[in-house]
C-alpha cells in the first residue's frame, strides 16, 4: 500500500511551507512535493498606489530581508524618474545594505541553518534551534552573535529610521544624509564586523569541514544538482549584492550571457503548477522543461552558491582568498552541491563586513548632498538587487503623477522555487528510501530546502483567488478520460 | 516525535498567519534581552525558530499555553484554522503587530476582489507563462496522488474577526520596547484589562522629537510628497507640507520614521478614543488645512494621490470599511 508521510509546517525558515511525501509498498519514495501554501498581493495591490511609497510598502513582503525589497523598490523609482543619486547617497545605501547582509546571513548561519551542523542533523527537535547551538558553542560565543547582530541593527535604524522596514530610500537618494559621528559608528562597527565574520568561517570550517560526515553529506548526490546559476556582478565579473550586470553562468560553468536589470523580461519566466501557490521561475531562452536538471533545462539557482558559481571572485581580499578556498576543496567550478551554500553564505558575509568597512572609510559618505530631487515625469523602471536569498527584480509602471499602474515582481525565492523543488524530492529519495522513518531523517530532507534559506513571505507576495478545483476522471486501468475544472469564478470546464 | 521541555515554566507559542516575517526579527532584535525571556518561558512552538510541528500543538491539552502571540492577518484556510487551534490551547491569545491587530499593509488587498488578483498574478503578469491557464488548486490530483492547498478568503480579516483576541501589541512591527514590558507584564500578571492595547494611550506627536517645532497653527495650503522636496531633518513635518499621520497615531514607537527624516505612515494605529483610523486621520489633517472655501479645499486634498491606501494603509480590515466591493455588470 503506498504511504504519505507530511511535514507540516517546514521549520527554521521564513514563511509557511509544507512536503508531502509518497512512498510505495517496499518503502521507496515515488515523489516529494514542496509546497507553498500562502499568497498576499503585492502585485495587485501596489496599483493606484504613489511610487514614492512603494519602498515602504513592498518592503512588507518580507520583514526578514526588508531591506533587499527596499533597495530594489528605491533603484526602480531612480529608473522610474530618470534620475542618478549624487555619489554620497549611493554609497550611503550601499553601506546600509553591506550591514544589513551581514546582519541577514548571520541570522540564517547560527538561527535557522547552523543548527543542522553545529547541533547535528538527528538530533532531537527540541535542541536543534539556536538555544541548542549556545548550548553547543557556550553562552559567550552566544552573546557575542547576539551583541554583533544587535549592533548592526542599530546602525540601520541610524540611517534608516527602523530596523525592520526602513525609510531611506527615495528616487535619486536617501532621506538623511550621514553625519561625521554617525560614520565612525560604522567605522567601529565594521572593524568588529570583519573580526566576526572570520570568526564565523574559523567555526564553520572547525565544526562542519572537520567532520568527514559532514562533508560527506555536503558532496552527496542527493543533496547536488546540476543547473543554471545566476547572480549580479560589477565591471570584473566580481560578486556585488547593490549593483551590477545580471550574469548567467551553465552547469559547465560558462557565461550563458550578462544582461542589465531593465531587460529582464527577456530572460526570466515564470511557469505555474497547480499543486503549488509559487510560480516556478526558469531562463527564457533554454525554457521550460519541467522538473530537471542539467543544461537542457531552464531552471537556475540563485543566492550564495549561485552567485559565487555565476562570478568569477569576490571583490574583498579575505573573501577572495575564502573564495579560492572554497573551490580548491570542493573540486572547483562550478559547485552544485547545495548544502555547499551554507559554507557560501559565510563567505558572503565575509565579502559583506569588508565591503561595509570600505565605505564606512570613504571620505565621501558624510558629504551632505545626497539628494538629486526628480525633474522627469515617471513612466516606468526596473531595479534590481542581490537579496541574502538571490536576485530581486521590482518593475512598476505608473502615469504621470507617478501613481502605479502596475507591479510586477520577482523575488528571489521564486528564482528558486523549482529547485529547491527538485531538491528536496531528490534528499528524500535519497535519504528515506527503504529505511525506517524517524523525525531526524525527515528532518534530512528539510535541510535541502533550508540550505537555500528560502523566504516564502518573499515567495509568496503575489495572490491567488478562490477555491479552484480539478477532478480527473480515470477508468479503472487507470488512463485519464477527462478532466473537470473548477474555476476561481466558480465556472466549471469539462475537457 | 520530540516533546516541549518539562520544565514547569509558562508556555507559549509565536505562530505567524499572513505576515512578513518582521514580527518574529523584532522578537529576534530584543538581543539580549531574548535571553530573560527564554530563561522564563518555554516556546513551546515557533516555526521560524523551532522545529516543533503542528500536530505537536494538536497533542497539548487545552488551555495549556499560558499565551500564543500570532502576528499576521487571516487570509486563507489554514491561517484561521491555526488561530482557532492555538486559541483552544492558550490561556491568552494576543494579536501581535499591524497586520493582526487591524489587517497591516495586507488588508489593502481588500481594495480588489480575488478573481482580478488572480488575474492579475496567474494570468497577466508580464513574466508569466501560462498558455493553458493553469491555476493552483485546492485540491488536486498528481497521478494518483492527492494534493491540497488552503483555500483563500476574498476577504483579509484581523485576527479578532477569526478569534477572540485578549490583548493587542501594535505596530509593523511592535518595537523591542513594547514587546519586552508586554512580556514582563505577562509574567508578572499585571496587564491591564482584557482587549487594551499594550502601548501607551497618546498620539506620537507628545513623543516625536521635533514636537516642540509644530506650530499652534499649521494653516496648510499645499500637501507635498517627500520624493518632492528636501526634507529639513529638525522641522516639524507637517510643518514642512509633508503628510506626517503623528497626530492621528498611537504613541510607543519612539518616533522611528521621523527620526529617519520621513513622516509617520500610522503603522500603531489609532488610540482607545478613535474608532476608525483612516476618519480620524483624515478628521485631523482637515483641521490643518488654511483655506475654508470649498473649492480651495478640493485642490488641496487633491494633492493626496492616494488617500484611501495613505490614510487606512494598515487598517482597511479594522475599519468602518473594511473592502471595497467590486460591482459588475450582470
Known amino acids: ?495 | 516525535m520530540a516533546d516541549a521541555p518539562q520544565t514547569g515554566k509558562p508556555k507559549v507559542a509565536f505562530y505567524w498567519c499572513a505576515s512578513c516575517g518582521g514580527c518574529e526579527e523584532a522578537v529576534v532584535d530584543l538581543a539580549e534581552a531574548i535571553l530573560e525571556v527564554v530563561g522564563a518561558v518555554d516556546i513551546a512552538f515557533w516555526p521560524v525558530a523551532l522545529d516543533f510541528k503542528r500536530r505537536d500543538v494538536e497533542a497539548m491539552e487545552d488551555g495549556s499555553l499560558a499565551a500564543s502571540f500570532i502576528n499576521g492577518a487571516v487570509r486563507t484556510t489554514e491561517q484561521a484554522e491555526m488561530a482557532q487551534l492555538l486559541r483552544q490551547k492558550s490561556k491568552l491569545v494576543i494579536a501581535f503587530g499591524a497586520c493582526a491587530h487591524l489587517g497591516g499593509i495586507p488588508g489593502l488587498a481588500n481594495l480588489w476582489d480575488r478573481e482580478s488578483i488572480f488575474r492579475r498574478v496567474y494570468l497577466e503578469s508580464p513574466s508569466t507563462d501560462n498558455p493553458d491557464g493553469v491555476l493552483p488548486q485546492v485540491r488536486y490530483e498528481d497521478d494518483g496522488r492527492p494534493l491540497t492547498l488552503p483555500g483563500f478568503f476574498d476577504t483579509v480579516r484581523t485576527l479578532d474577526q477569526v478569534v477572540p483576541v485578549d490583548y493587542y501589541l501594535p505596530g509593523c512591527p511592535p518595537t523591542p520596547n513594547i514587546i519586552l514590558q508586554a512580556v514582563r507584564a505577562l509574567l508578572r500578571g499585571e496587564l491591564p484589562a482584557r482587549g487594551s492595547v499594550l502601548a501607551p494611550d497618546q498620539a506620537l506627536c507628545e513623543e516625536c522629537p521635533r514636537k516642540d517645532s509644530k506650530p499652534e497653527r499649521l494653516g496648510l495650503v499645499e500637501f507635498k510628497r517627500p520624493h518632492q522636496v528636501l526634507v529639513d531633518e529638525g522641522t516639524c513635518l507637517l510643518a514642512q507640507g509633508l503628510l506626517c499621520l503623528g497626530p492621528a497615531t498611537r504613541a510607543g514607537c519612539g518616533a522611528l520614521c521621523v527620526k529617519g527624516n520621513m513622516p509617520c505612515s500610522g503603522c500603531f494605529g489609532p488610540t482607545s478614543r478613535v474608532r476608525d483610523y483612516g476618519g480620524k486621520a483624515l478628521s485631523a489633517l482637515a483641521s490643518i488645512v488654511a483655506s475654508n472655501a470649498g473649492e480651495e479645499i478640493v485642490r488641496i486634498f487633491q494633492q493626496i494621490p492616494d488617500p484611501t491606501g495613505t490614510l487606512y494603509r494598515y487598517s482597511l480590515p479594522a475599519s468602518l470599511l473594511r473592502r471595497r466591493r467590486e460591482v459588475r455588470a450582470a
Open chain 1, 1 to 495: 500500500m503506498r504511504r504519505r508521510v507530511t511535514i507540516d509546517p517546514i521549520t527554521r525558515l521564513e514563511g509557511h511551507g509544507k512536503i508531502d511525501i509518497f512512498l510505495d509498498e517496499q518503502g521507496q519514495v515515488e515523489r516529494a512535493y514542496f509546497q507553498v501554501p500562502e499568497l498576499r498581493g503585492f502585485e495587485k495591490f501596489a496599483e493606484g498606489r504613489p511610487a514614492e511609497e512603494m519602498p515602504q510598502i513592498t518592503s512588507r513582503i518580507c520583514g526578514v530581508c526588508p531591506t533587499a525589497h527596499h533597495m530594489a523598490s528605491t533603484k526602480a523609482l531612480d529608473a522610474l524618474y530618470q534620475v542618478t543619486p549624487p555619489p554620497a547617497a549611493r554609497k550611503i545605501r550601499e553601506l546600509v545594505y553591506s550591514t544589513f547582509m551581514t546582519e541577514d546571513h548571520a541570522l540564517h548561519f547560527y538561527f535557522l541553518g547552523g543548527p543542522d551542523f553545529v547541533v547535528g542533523p538527528t538530533a532531537p527537535a527540541a535542541e536543534r534551534n539556536v538555544l541548542g547551538v549556545i548550548a553547543r558553542v557556550g553562552l559567550e560565543v552566544g552573546q557575542r552573535v547576539i551583541a554583533m547582530r544587535r549592533r548592526l541593527r542599530e546602525l540601520i535604524a541610524l540611517v534608516g529610521g527602523k530596523a525592520v522596514h526602513p525609510v531611506l530610500g527615495l528616487p535619486g537618494g536617501v532621506a538623511r544624509r550621514l553625519t561625521p559621528q554617525d560614520q565612525a559608528r560604522f567605522q567601529e562597527v565594521a572593524g568588529e564586523a570583519v573580526e566576526f565574520a572570520r570568526f564565523t568561517l574559523k567555526l564553520f570550517q572547525d565544526v562542519v569541514l572537520k567532520n568527514s560526515d559532514y562533508v560527506a553529506l555536503i558532496r552527496d548526490d542527493a543533496f547536488t544538482h546540476r543547473t543554471y546559476y545566476m547572480g549580479l556582478v560589477d565591471n570584473r565579473n566580481r560578486v556585488n549584492f547593490y549593483d551590477g550586470r545580471i550574469r548567467v553562468t551553465s552547469p559547465e560553468g560558462r557565461e550563458l550571457t550578462t544582461f542589465a536589470a531593465a531587460d529582464y523580461l527577456d530572460y526570466v519566466a515564470e511557469h505555474v503548477e497547480p499543486w503549488s501557490y509559487v510560480k516556478f521561475c526558469y531562463l527564457k531562452p533554454v525554457g521550460w522543461k519541467g522538473f530537471v536538471d542539467g543544461p537542457d533545462s531552464g531552471i537556475y539557482c540563485v543566492a550564495p552558491l549561485a552567485r559565487l558559481n555565476a562570478a568569477d571572485g569576490m571583490a574583498t581580499p579575505l573573501a577572495q582568498e575564502a573564495y579560492e578556498e572554497f573551490y580548491a576543496t570542493l573540486g572547483g567550478k562550478p559547485v552544485h552541491h547545495t548544502l555547499a551554500n551554507h559554507w557560501a553564505r559565510v563567505i558572503e558575509l565575509l565579502y559583506a563586513a569588508e565591503r561595509m568597512r570600505e565605505l564606512a572609510n570613504d571620505p565621501e559618505i558624510i558629504d551632505p548632498v545626497v539628494r538629486t530631487l526628480p525633474t522627469a515625469t515617471p513612466r516606468a523602471g526596473v531595479g534590481v538587487v542581490e537579496a541574502p536569498r538571490g536576485t530581486l527584480f521590482h518593475h512598476y509602471e505608473t502615469d504621470e503623477r507617478g501613481v502605479i499602474q502596475r507591479a510586477n515582481l520577482i523575488v528571489a525565492t521564486q528564482n528558486n522555487a523549482a529547485r529547491i523543488a527538485m531538491s528536496v524530492e531528490k534528499a528524500a529519495k535519497g535519504v528515506l528510501s527503504g529505511r525506517e522513518l524517524s523525525e531526524g531523517l525527515l528532518n534530512m530532507v528539510e535541510m535541502a530546502f533550508r540550505a537555500y534559506d528560502p523566504c516564502h513571505a518573499c515567495a509568496t507576495h503575489s495572490l491567488p483567488g478562490s477555491m479552484p478545483l480539478v477532478l480527473r476522471l480515470r477508468d479503472r486501468q487507470g488512463n485519464v478520460l477527462g478532466l473537470l475544472r473548477r474555476d476561481h469564478d466558480g465556472r466549471v470546464h469539462r475537457t
